[in-house]
């Protein structure tokens, strides 16, 4: 008798990107609908604030495959190994409310740690505001720009994980504090399905439960209620970390009194 698997082949394909595996795992309305797929740019998030000029639909993807000047947050470099990494940005043209701005990079951090269970059976976990982590390290990071023009606010929303990386392809300064889901689980995941399974949550949560993110947040949150180290505007404070507030602000106890933070980096 033969036995027919439901479950999608996660294996790497081990070569280059395919769109059209994407396009066939997706069951968006608007995000990922037109892909623009670069073997090798500088960073996907200038090449997504390009499409603003050239009127592309809102929800367009840039994917690459390697990243010369990848961009991190707070003006670090995002290394990626080409092939193995999934480094890409998408355009939100919408009006989005100034207010929900500080919620997207939670939203985009839930869609990713649902998106990435989904196809791999692995919890990642979220440390404030939005990186990805898997065993205390980090194996992926978000960065959102936003720019107001005539009250209207134009977002890219761009996102680096490591997927199929081993431990030779992780640089040597992040050794001990980045992995990858290939490092965490020893095995090797599709790309492709696993980028269309962050985009259908993501669209999922962005048009409808803009209410559920904040407990979703925390619900993934690895150091809720934990002693930390935080970095804010040039000062280090001990402190306790206490949630997020509605705007996605960090709740820090420190000396006793709990203070909110709009930026700033949580030290475990
Ligand atoms: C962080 O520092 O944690 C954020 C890293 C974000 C990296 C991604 S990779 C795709 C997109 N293009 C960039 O240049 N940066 C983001």
Redesign the pocket.
Known sequence: MKHFSILPNLKNNCGMFSVKQLQAGLNTEFLGREVKYLEKT?????DAWECFQTQKPEGTLII?DH?D??????Q?K?Y?SEGKSL???FMLQSKIALEKLGILPLLTGVSIVKGIYNMSNILLGLKWP??IMVSRK?M????IESRTVKQEHSVVV???LNINESEDDIQDELQGQATSLHIESGEEFSRELILSSILNEFEKLYLNFWYDIIPLWLEYCIHENDKITFHSNNKIHQGTFRGITETGHAKIQINGKTETFSAGMVTL
Not at 42 to 46: A, C
Not at 140 to 143: M, Q, V
Request: charged share 20%; hydrophobic share 30%; glycine share 20%.
């Open positions: 500088f960073s996907t998030n200038v690459a990243q000047k990848g961009r991190g947050r707070r670090s995002w990626s480094t890409f940005s939005n990186d980090k992926g990071g978000i960065l761009g996102i680096g």
